[in-house]
């Protein structure tokens, strides 16, 4: 940390008022689906109602004037739509996968009218073997394995040895605005996309390769961008490829595709299901060996499937020092739609598994959770899952005890635990206590979250560039790839700039993303662009406050360096620091079960999270909140499956619920800061950590609630529950 | 079929000519340009495409065009200017309430609602408002917090400044105001569409029940109420081809609500909402209606739609049947008075022929004034939830105690022991139809209160062999256990 960071780093948090805050609060903000409809050509796609079939014929009928088709045959590039490795197609070319795999797309002027031609369209199918579970899979598209110690000989020598399994359901993203975009390829031989995306670079890529077009004639903007949450990272790239190739057949008029709530939950990656298996070994209260096995449904497609399933693995045994390890990671190939990412990416599976599975030892040997789980925690200095080291310090302890506090947890635990007792006496003796119809529990959880890309990714393939231009009248802007899709990053980047420069937050512009201004900063995605570009931008401000010339317009642009401190990252071996530093999670929660009727209730969740310094209180605590939240929905109300057939049909917010306003009234959340001296000010990453401990603190109260069964799976239906009660 | 709508948009005069089926939501947005009107569902269920409908919180997706003749549409856009939203605005500010922006326009105009009529709301009711305005971002509780301190701050503003009518204001209920009492077309239209002259070209919005009954006998018509059912189903257009929508808000008759006896007459137009204002409702009435979704397709549905729809998940309509609600039809052929049970033929289909109107339910009250009553709804949240098995029941007692103290427990002797004078049970969302079987019930009526206890084993057993729930979002095996349970637990606590 530089001078002006600790002269400066007091008030950096001190909230401002957001970038974008006027037009969104004003409602002027354009999102794609806003901008006028004037001479906009319409696509509506066709997709298969088929998990696994072959095509043998596509019958459009006929077409009104002004009416046109997209397919495969259209694609003047590749047909590959670009993700991480190459085999999702742009245009399904004789083959579909799951059930809404694109054919291709009807597009014209009226969008209802290009709806029921898309509807309309015969395709001939041959039906071919389709495999909807992972139980069923033939094929893994990955298969990572890595450990430490002796994981056998850990088990020859324990006092108990445990094994369970884990499964964890779909989480649907559900962004309040659909995903879209509008294409328009112009006379000049410039193709412009804009739309609502998380990484402009991504899908400026994946465009040049399905069009053939070079650097120079794709341009990427992002719009307003009504949330993401990993929803949009990896997906406007295949979309973006569609409609990019049905703007070149338009002759210069715009097209745009904008999903309806249904096609998008349905057919738009989600959280990957999980199904994991883990074994461990106790010897002395100890856990001294874990052997885990585990499974994500990818879907169709690889996608984001690598990078999340690597990410869920490191993350798999939790935060406990455990000396010996076996762990695997498998993606099944699955024909239904590919999974990606989602808030987390790949972590709350695994986290749910271990700190559960650490419930249930515990229990099991007659100790209170809480302590059991304290005595392990990991400890700076020690080694990390895969043989790096936590560098920095572990908060862990002092978190713990400020939710203990916040939330009377040791006190309510007991109390609860008492009334399960009269319960079990009086369910012989059919006393009133008995029948009670309110059971209560409480439960917590511990988590990590690693900061930034998995492994070498900043040093070896994003390579980062951040840029800040000053005009010759002094006017500062900063141009990164980062989107603002509501987590404030065009402010918290903004103040950072300005905070250097000695310049007031207001007059430093930035705009929405455009890949023809910016240079590529890399994604907006794991947690990484304030800690990471925030970094740049910092750097490129101090360089920029002494290089700074009076009347004269100046550019200064900083790279990415990787900290020196790191153990490199190996991804063959999985060995390395595979994260410079963690964003550390504790929570409790205090549920109520309605014992006749199987539903759960949220009397309180208390959270405390460490991300670094904030840059923006408020706007850390809204992060925070929101994804307190969508923890609490996934362990609960949020539930989503593939039929029989293979169609998802919870596909509206009517069938697949999140919590709204009344769910979860008490819900608070305190911020813990340790420093993280390589991002700016100390901060580290923030967006994705709230979401990835709260479902194994929501089972575990539910578990206490139900009289100390064990559960292994979310989301935790009334059904289930209801379930258990009988039982 | 085309008509011609006229309404007030943001206090300018706007005359549209098109299908009055359309969703007001398109209208306002493909049409007219007003793209702070969000889209997130199309059907009810997230609030981005809230806006006032002469000055009440509404779906704009709920809402059929030909519905808004001659009202007051407010979006954001015509609130921009009012010092309470100069004050959300700070206060959303401050908290950095807005993420992503999108739920925004939606909970600024859920907030609007609520700050008019209570200026210093609660948290909880606060929550309660913008409970059908869903955010994936937020967690909610900063715009909470800022709705919280915009209200304190309008309060403080008001009573610094009283008497002075600048301040604090009502200038957003004075927008709406000016609007419904500027009524139409005094204003240069500002839609370059054809102004009405096709004859006809009106949307059938009659305002007394002889030309609603004598249009629905001429033509081929669907009432269209408060539209929230209607409207729901993207792939269905409300009126299927061939038809046309009549729009029944305006039809005084529909509106009443009134005693006769113990007997309660609610007007089949009137909304949740109107509903919920009147003191006079049952109380297991009002709290079904209280559970039902959220604030703004409260403001629109109506107690006639829910029962005509014909849904076995209706929750009005599951008060309606525990308390034995008689429905009254009229037609221009005349009237019939139909018991709710006779009402429905099966899952949507009713004995309503399409020349009659549902115009009053008649409410028994004498039970819901002497007994004990209880009303579960078990639904996948607290707000926005269709029912996934729900419950009343219904039971009184012949007490020498006071009617009214109903909870006290008759700790009597066999000689005043009470004897169970009436019996009702309900299961909703379990068959094509709610499950009403006053011969089960009968069992225990006229029983002393032991031996009422004596018997509730077998009642539930009559109950376990008639109830065969179907499968739905939850199984049948559950849906059956909680019917069970609920009964189980209502028939025990009352007769303990
Ligand atoms: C998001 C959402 C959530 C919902 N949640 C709930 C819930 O929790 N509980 C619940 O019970 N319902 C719920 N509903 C359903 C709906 O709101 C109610 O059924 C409502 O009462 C319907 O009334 P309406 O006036 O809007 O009906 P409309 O849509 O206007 O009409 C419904 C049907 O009734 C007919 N009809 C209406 N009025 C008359 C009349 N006077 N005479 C003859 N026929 C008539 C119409 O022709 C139509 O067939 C929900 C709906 C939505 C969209
Ligand atoms: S668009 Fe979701 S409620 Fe209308
Ligand atoms: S701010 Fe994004 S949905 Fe509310």
Redesign the interface.
């Known amino acids: 940390m530089g001078q002006a960071a600790s002269r400066t780093a007091s008030h950096i948090s001190q ?1 401002v ?2 970038k ?12 794609v ?2 901008y ?2 004037q001479d906009m050509l319409h696509g509506a796609l066709v997709r298969s109602p088929h998990p696994h079939a072959r095509i043998q014929d596509i019958r459009y009928p006929e077409l009104p004037a002004g009416y046109f088709t997209v397919d495969a045959s259209d694609v003047p590039g590749e047909n590959i739509a670009h993700v991480v490795l190459d085999d999702s197609l742009v245009f399904a070319d004789g083959e579909v996968f799951f059930v809404g795999d694109v054919i291709a797309m009807i597009v014209g002027p009226d969008r209802r009218e290009a709806y029921r031609l898309a509807r309309a369209t015969d395709v001939v199918y041959e039906l071919l073997p389709a495999v909807l579970t992972v139980a069923d899979a033939q094929e893994f598209f990955f298969d990572y394995r890595y450990g430490s110690g002796d994981v056998q000989a850990a088990f020859a020598e324990a006092d108990h040895v445990y094994e369970e399994e884990f499964e964890t359901g779909y989480q649907e ?6 995903q879209g975009f509008i294409a328009c390829f112009a006379q000049d031989g410039v193709l412009t996309l804009h739309g609502s995306l998380q990484c402009p670079y991504y899908v400026k890529a994946a465009v040049m390769k399905a069009t053939g077009l070079g650097s120079k004639a794709v341009r990427i903007q992002q719009d ?6 990993g929803g949009k990272e990896a997906f406007p790239s295949i979309l973006g490829c569609q409609v990019a190739i049905a703007a070149m057949k338009a002759a210069g008029r715009p097209v745009r595709v904008v999903f ?3 096609e998008d939950m349905e057919f738009t990656s989600k959280r990957h299901p999980s199904k994991s298996r883990y074994r461990a070994a106790v010897r002395d209260g100890r856990v001294t060996a874990l052997d885990i096995d585990v499974q994500f449904d990818s879907g169709a497609f690889t996608t984001l499937s690598p990078v999340v399933l690597q990410r869920g693995i490191i993350a798999a045994p939790g935060v406990y020092r455990v000396p010996n390890l076996a762990v695997r990671g498998r993606g099944a190939r699955t024909n239904k739609v590919p999974t990606g990412a989602f808030r987390g990416f790949g972590a709350p599976q695994t986290f749910f598994a271990i700190e559960l599975m650490m419930e249930h030892i515990a229990r099991d040997l007659g100790l209170e959770p809480l302590d059991f789980k304290r005595a392990q925690l990991v400890e700076r200095g020690d080694a990390t899952t895969t043989g790096g080291r936590y560098h920095f310090d572990v908060p862990l302890p002092q978190m713990l005890a400020d939710v203990l506090v916040a939330s009377d947890y040791e006190r309510k635990r007991a109390r609860y635990a008492e009334e399960a007792r009269v319960r079990a006496k009086g369910a012989c003796e059919r006393s009133e206590e008995a029948r009670a ?1 309110f059971r209560r529990g409480i439960g917590l959880a511990l988590w990590f979250h690693g900061a930034g890309f998995t492994g070498s990714g900043e040093r070896d393939i994003i390579k980062g560039r951040a840029r800040i231009h000053k005009s010759a009248a002094g006017q500062v802007e900063v141009l990164v790839s980062q989107s603002d ?4 990053i065009k402010t918290t980047l903004a103040k950072i700039v300005a905070c250097e420069l000695g310049l007031p937050y207001e007059e430093i512009i930035i705009s929405n993303p455009d890949t023809a201004r910016v240079p590529d900063s890399g994604p907006t995605v794991a947690s990484r662009s304030l800690m990471i570009v925030g970094e740049l931008l910092r750097r490129a401000a101090v360089r920029l406050r002494e290089e700074w010339r009076e009347g004269q317009e100046q550019d200064v642009e900083e790279h990415f360096v990787e900290p020196d401190f790191l153990v490199p990252f190996d991804l063959e071996t999985f060995s390395g620091d595979a994260y410079p530093t963690y964003a550390w999670g504790a929570a409790v929660v205090e549920l109520q079960i309605d ?5 759960n ?1 949220v009397l309180g969740c208390w959270a405390s999270l460490d991300v670094g310094t904030p840059i ?1 209180q ?2 850390v ?2 992060q ?7 923890g609490l929905g996934y362990a609960s ?1 949020e539930q989503m499956a593939a039929d029989a057939s293979g169609r998802i049909r919870n596909n ?4 697949y ?9 008490e ?1 608070k959340v305190q911020m813990h800061v340790t420093k993280y001296p390589n991002g700016p000010y100390g901060a580290a990453g923030a967006g994705e950590v709230p979401l990835v401990g709260l479902p194994p603190a929501y089972l575990a109260a539910a578990e206490q609630a139900l009289d100390g069964v064990r559960l292994s799976h979310i989301p935790l ?3 289930e529950t ?1 379930k258990v009660i ?1 039982r | 079929m085309k008509t011609t709508v006229t309404f007030l948009l943001n206090g300018e005069t706007v005359t549209w000519r098109g299908d009055p089926g359309m969703k007001l939501l398109d209208l306002l947005r493909d049409e007219l340009g007003m793209t702070e009107v969000k889209c997130g569902c199309r059907e009810g269920e997230c609030g981005a495409c809230s806006v006032l409908l002469d000055g009440v919180l509404v779906n704009s997706c709920l809402v059929a065009a030909g519905r808004v003749d001659a009202c007051a549409v407010t979006t954001l856009a015509g609130l921009r200017t009012t010092a309470r939203f100069a004050a959300l605005d700070k206060a959303f500010a401050r908290h950095s309430a807005v993420q992503c922006g999108y739920c925004i326009p939606g909970m600024i105009l859920a907030a609007e609602a609520l700050l008019v009529r209570t200026p210093q709301p609660s948290e909880a009711e606060i929550r309660v408002a913008i409970s059908g305005n869903l955010c994936r971002c937020t967690g909610y509780n900063a715009i909470v917090a800022a709705i919280r301190e915009a209200a304190e701050e309008l309060a403080g503003a008001a009573a610094a400044g009283a008497g002075a009518d600048a301040v604090a204001g009502d200038a957003a209920r004075d927008v709406v105001g000016a609007a419904v009492g500027a009524a139409v077309g005094d204003v240069a239209s500002v839609a370059p569409v054809a102004p009405a002259a096709a004859p006809g070209a009106a949307a059938l919005c009659p305002t007394a029940l002889p030309e609603a009954l004598e249009l629905l006998a001429a033509k081929n018509l669907v009432p269209c109420a408060g539209g929230t059912d209607l409207l729901a189903h993207e792939y269905a257009p409300p009126a299927p081809e061939g038809s046309e929508l009549l729009f029944v808000h305006r039809i005084g008759e529909l509106k009443a609500l009134r005693w006769e006896g113990d007997v309660l007459r609610i007007g089949a137009g009137l909304t949740y909402g109107e509903l919920l204002d009147r003191s006079q409702i049952p109380e297991i009435l009002r709290t079904a209606i209280a559970s039902i979704a959220a604030p703004a397709v409260r403001n629109a549905g109506t107690i006639g739609g829910n029962l005509a729809n014909a849904s076995p998940k209706g929750d009005a309509a599951l008060a309606c049947f525990v308390t034995d609600c008689t429905l009254r039809l009229v037609s221009v052929h005349g009237e019939r008075l139909v018991p709710i049970g006779a009402f429905y033929q099966g899952r949507g289909r009713t004995v309503r022929r399409p020349d009659e109107l549902l115009v009053e339910i008649l409410m028994p009250t004498r039970w819901t004034q002497e007994g004990r009553w209880t009303f579960e709804k078990v639904g996948g949240r607290k707000a926005l939830a269709i029912s996934r098995v729900s419950f009343a029941g219904l039971v009184a007692f012949d007490i020498d105690a006071s009617p009214h103290d109903t909870d006290a427990s008759p700790h009597g002797t066999a000689n005043t022991e009470p004897t169970i004078t009436h019996l009702a049970t309900a299961f909703g969302a379990v068959a094509d139809v709610v499950v009403r079987r006053p011969e089960i019930d009968a069992m225990l009526i006229g029983c002393a209160l032991t031996e009422a206890q004596t018997r509730i084993p077998e009642w539930l057993a009559t109950w376990e062999a008639a109830l065969q729930p179907v499968r739905g979002r939850v199984s049948a095996e559950y849906r059956k256990q909680v019917c069970l349970n609920l009964a189980r637990a209502f028939i025990e606590r009352s007769l303990s």
């Open positions: 909230s008022v957001k974008d805050h006027a037009e969104k609060m004003g409602g002027t903000a354009l999102y689906g806003d006028p409809q993203q559900a962004y309040l605005e659909p307003h961008t009504g949330g993401g949450f309806d709530r249904r119809r899709i509501g987590q404030g014992s006749l009727t199987g539903t209730e923006d408020a706007i605590l809204g925070m909140e929101g994804g307190v939240l969508q109300m509206s917010y009517s069938d619920l999140i919590p709204s306003a009344v769910d979860v009234p819900l239906t009334a059904e209801l009988v």
